[in-house]
């Protein structure tokens, strides 16, 4: 069973470039998210997706956007990267109907902006 | 506001007993997550807690206390794989979840 997939595993973009990060699930999940992970600093949701066709924003969405066509993928694309997106980003998905929430993880990107 | 708080570092010893505890505040709760985070990999989940009291699954058990804002995971029988990151995060009212920035275990044997 995949689960969650992510790609690319890591990616080297000079600042000013757009790039679209990869996410797919085959578990069926209603819910799908994106965060990133800084040292020192908790995983910070950059946008969710509650349901195929719907999106929201999260703590830190500027620089951002996302799309969900269909229940198993979430891209995540920065429309003109700069250094501070530089991170390692997780997309995540849940059974939001079924209780304990419980999220799954995918692998996560590692991006340098430079 | 909202906020979650654990300590950033901690030591143990191989087959002793750590408990890591983890403080938040917020207006609207609906359930305390800890998750586990070996380096360079995703978080998996160890533990959900929405009422009062512990949740022992095996080696690790999970307490709640929602009236002080207080939790905390407990690790015996330390082994060295478990040496991680220990992420703790509550769900807001907006069924969020918010995280705090992970408590590293170091194991020595």
């Known amino acids: 069973t995949a689960g969650i997939t992510q790609a690319p595993t890591s990616q080297i973009l000079a600042a000013g470039r757009s790039m679209t990060l990869r996410c797919t699930q085959d578990m069926r999940h209603n819910a799908m998210y994106w965060y990133r992970q800084d040292l020192g600093l908790g995983l910070r949701l950059i946008h969710y997706?509650?349901?195929?066709?719907?999106?929201g924003k999260g703590e830190v969405p500027d620089g951002y956007s996302v799309s969900r066509a269909n229940t198993d993928d979430f891209p995540l694309t920065l429309a003109s990267a700069v250094p501070s997106q530089t991170s390692v980003y997780f997309c995540a998905s849940s059974d939001s109907r079924s209780g304990g929430n419980e999220q799954f993880f995918g692998p996560g990107t590692r991006l340098t902006v430079l | 506001g909202q906020n979650i708080d654990q300590p950033t570092e901690m030591t143990a010893t191989e087959g002793a007993i750590v408990q890591i505890n983890c403080t938040y505040q917020t207006s609207g709760f609906n359930g305390l997550f800890w998750y586990q985070q070996h380096a360079g990999e995703a978080p998996t989940f160890l533990s959900y807690n929405v009422l009062d009291g512990l949740e022992e699954k095996g080696r690790f058990s999970s307490f709640l206390s929602r009236s002080k804002g207080y939790s905390y995971l407990l690790l015996k029988e330390l082994q060295m794989k478990d040496s991680a990151s220990y992420l703790c995060a509550f769900m807001d009212s907006n069924y969020q979840l918010i995280w705090g920035a992970g408590t590293k275990l170091i194991i020595k044997p």
């Open positions: 997706s509650n349901t195929a066709g719907t999106t």
